[in-house]
């Protein structure tokens, strides 16, 4: 499942994480940072920055990562804007209008995210992925490592609900 990124995937999924106020979290800002660098690598690929905006969020996720990449010298015309997703599944769900037609894209996201936003790619999408790995600050993470594994739980039951009982 593992798939070094290499251009080949015109589009960029960027998946939201928490905003203070109007500025990204550490975890979000290395999404952004690895997200630009490869813009910078693959002038050809473009961004779909995606997350809406939760109650305590001055702004949405995804806006915050458009502002960020341009900041970080992506051109604005290359990026696209789902602000409206509140999860994994609705990131790749509400972006589908812009990547629709593809049979793969690169999902950026912090470390112990990949697997799994990869696996709700591939499950609900049948999507081919390849991922690049942002770092998770070192703070946070056996927060989100366990928040996780409830998350893995939820899309399994999820996925069983809808591939069998209508």
Not at 109 to 132: C, E, I, P, S
Request: glycine content about 6%; cysteine-free; charged content about 25%.
């Amino acid at each position: 499942m593992k798939r070094q990124p290499d251009g080949t995937y015109r589009y960029v999924l960027i998946l939201g994480a928490k905003v203070n106020g109007i500025k990204p979290s550490k975890a979000l800002r290395h999404r952004i940072e690895v997200a630009a660098a490869y813009a910078a690598r693959f002038p050809h690929v473009e961004l779909i920055a995606t997350g809406g905006q939760g109650p305590d969020e001055g702004m949405a996720e995804a806006l915050v990562i458009k502002q960020e990449l341009v900041a970080r010298g992506v051109n604005e015309e290359r990026i696209h804007v789902e602000d409206a997703s509140t999860s994994t599944y609705e990131n790749f769900l509400l972006s589908r209008t812009i990547w629709d037609g593809e049979t793969g894209l690169t999902v950026v996201t912090n470390d112990f995210h990949v697997r799994r936003a990869r696996l709700v790619a591939h499950l609900y999408f049948g999507l081919k992925t390849d991922a690049l790995y942002a770092r998770t600050p070192a703070a946070v993470k056996p927060k989100y490592v366990i928040r996780e594994q409830l998350a893995y739980i939820k899309l399994f039951l999820n996925y069983m609900r809808w591939k069998w009982w209508p």
